[in-house]
């Protein structure tokens, strides 16, 4: 069926279904491409359409369920005191705003007032390399990635970053310096997910949801440089 469908509805389905990446787009259709070598006999065809059709019930069950916990989210998240707080971030959206909350809690004692233990606790803040025992020239990468941190904190950080740049100038801007200076896709996010995390550090502490107006204000009253690489 793939092979007859050809190459222009393969795109179609792909971009229909939200599922067209820029790199992992055109793999998907080479892969299309050479669908029927994957066949097998006659028999063995037959036993695992069988496994498909099961497979599908199995799965629209499943998604039956998440419907019922998407729901379920949506309600606690409504009614929690913090939800104008964390909805206001630009790219969170209905997925990852209640996320980050449930992830970063209500205790507003638990960070103190640095945000540096939120950041170390998402894994965002680097580890400084320090041994006593270390001679000649100093290491390449004097810092590294943080590991003892909070996983599920860290991937929802990482997630709202990537989607913070479609919807927030400075962030975009900020993502591209470092992007240019050769730093690979996680490493730009990681950095911008810092900076991120004593915005919302703040605005956790304050009760106060993410104002883009009052952000630049502040950008200007302190000479941020991302300022200085903003075109506009």
């Known amino acids: 069926l793939l092979h007859q469908a050809g190459k222009r509805n393969w795109q179609k389905f792909l971009h ?4 067209w990446r820029t790199e992992s787009g055109p793999r998907r259709l080479e892969l299309f491409a050479h669908a029927t070598d994957f066949c097998g006999s006659a028999p063995t065809v037959k036993a695992k359409s ?12 499943v998604d039956q369920q998440l419907d019922l916990y998407r729901k379920r989210i949506e309600e606690l998240f409504n009614r929690h005191p913090d939800h104008d707080l964390f909805g206001s971030l630009p790219g969170a959206g209905p997925k990852l705003a209640p996320r980050l909350l449930a992830e970063i809690g209500d205790d507003r004692q638990r960070f103190g007032d640095d ?8 894994g965002t803040a680097p580890v400084t390399r320090r041994t006593g025992k270390a001679h000649g020239e100093p290491p390449r990468w004097p810092c ?24 927030c100038a400075w962030a975009d801007i900020y993502y591209r310096h470092h992007r240019d200076k050769g730093r690979s896709h996680a490493d730009a996010l990681r950095r911008l997910g810092q900076r991120w995390l004593k915005i ?11 104002d883009p107006m009052l952000h ?4 200007l009253k302190h000479g941020s440089w991302v300022l200085q690489l903003n075109p506009n």
């Open 16 to 19: 229909s279904h939200q599922l």
């Open 216 to 219: 630049n204000e502040n950008q």
């Open 144 to 167: 590294h990635q943080r590991w003892a941190c909070d996983k599920h904190l860290r991937h929802a950080i990482y997630l709202f970053a990537e989607q913070s740049l479609r919807q």
């Open 50 to 61: 069988q496994l498909a059709l099961a497979l599908v019930c199995l799965l629209l069950t």
């Open 200 to 210: 919302i550090h703040r605005m956790w502490m304050d009760r106060k949801p993410y």
């Open 115 to 122: 945000a540096q233990a939120l950041q170390c606790l998402a």
